[in-house]
């Protein structure tokens, strides 16, 4: 009955929004616990994880799907193939919690936080070497390295934060173009002060 209906969704739409608070609440949670521990960069691997953003855009759109579903029961025509895909979308968004949240607490042990570093840390090296391979590829030299001459140009930080990534290719090609020398004088993950 449309009766019937309109109170199925209405549980749904309640269900979907409790459960993304409850999920960016714990999250709120684990990255504290996490930053306290480790460091700041834990929230990098934090929010990048497939888990999270499958349970909240899972969440959302049960609760997107539901709310506009509510538009179209009428007393004559209810939606009740849309009603059940509904149900069984708020099912999958509990199932995506249950395994984010295994992922999570399981990724706060100091084992799984450097395992995931050395993945990181591998594929930087695997990209590093590829990019080094290539005939056009920057000499990388290890520092400190002495410029000949002054420099033209200093580029100086607007603001103080870490290098979270720097673009190799870009700079050489910029340097080949006008027959420069580019000098970096920080790697990935330093911290550079404003100035």
Avoid: C
């Avoid at 009766?3 to 209405?10: I, K, P, R, W, Y």
């Avoid at 497939?50 to 855009?57: E, S, T």
């Avoid at 249950?98 to 990724?107: G, K, P, S, T």
């Avoid at 603001?159 to 027959?179: F, T, Y």
């Amino acid at each position: 009955s449309p009766g019937t209906a309109e109170s199925v969704l209405a549980s749904v739409v309640a269900a979907s929004v409790g459960l993304v608070g409850f999920v960016v609440t714990v999250s709120v949670l684990i990255v504290q616990m996490a930053t306290g521990a480790f460091s700041a960069r834990y929230m990098r691997i934090f929010y990048r994880d497939w888990a999270f953003k499958a349970v909240l855009a899972t969440l959302i759109g049960t609760f997107t799907f539901s709310y506009t579903l509510m538009r179209h029961i009428e007393a004559d025509d209810v939606p009740n193939v849309g009603v059940t895909v509904a149900g069984a979308f708020l099912g999958l968004g509990v199932i995506l919690f249950v395994i984010f949240l295994d992922r999570a607490i399981h990724r706060l042990r100091p084992v799984a936080v450097a395992a995931l570093v050395a993945r990181a840390g591998r594929k930087a090296l695997r990209e590093v070497l590829e990019e080094a391979s290539k005939p056009d590829a920057p000499a990388i030299v290890p520092a400190p390295y002495r410029a000949p001459g002054e420099p033209v140009r200093i580029v100086r930080m607007l603001r103080g934060g870490a290098i979270q990534a720097i673009d190799i290719r870009g700079l050489g090609r910029w340097a080949h173009e006008r027959e420069s020398l580019v000098v970096l004088r920080h790697p990935i993950g330093d911290f550079v002060s404003a100035g």
